[in-house]
């Protein structure tokens, strides 16, 4: 599986922005779960957001109410929409896919910067 993420940048503290995520695969792979992880300077990469294919999702306390994930299973794509953006939520931020024989594959990571 290999994953494109778009849509970082940079923006001010309370803007949004909306992060995308092709994945290609092959035609035997199934993907079960999508997500994003991001990691911020001098920090662990941490959870933000996941979604299962059925459409259940998990969030980071620290985006609750704030950020939205989404995927378009047809198209393989997964979209994180965050809003109310703040200083600490500068990152970069990585997309996840967890496939169902248990394999975690990432992108490359899109950079996100808020400016307070």
């Known amino acids: 599986v290999q994953l494109q993420a778009s849509g970082g940048g940079l923006v001010q503290a309370g803007g949004s922005l909306r992060l995308s995520c092709a994945a290609s695969?092959?035609?035997?792979?199934?993907?079960?779960?999508m997500g994003w992880y991001r990691q911020a300077p001098g920090k662990q990469r941490d959870l933000v957001a996941t979604?299962?294919?059925?459409?259940?999702?998990n969030y980071a306390d620290s985006v609750k109410g704030r950020f939205i994930v989404s995927r378009d299973n047809t198209k393989n794509m997964v979209y994180l929409q965050m809003d109310s953006l703040r200083a600490e939520d500068t990152a970069v931020y990585y997309c996840?896919?967890?496939?169902?024989?248990?394999?975690?594959?990432w992108g490359e990571g899109t950079l996100v910067t808020v400016s307070s």
């Open positions: 695969r092959s035609g035997e792979i199934v993907i079960n779960r």
């Open positions: 996840y896919v967890l496939t169902a024989g248990w394999r975690n594959f």
């Open positions: 979604i299962t294919s059925g459409g259940s999702t």
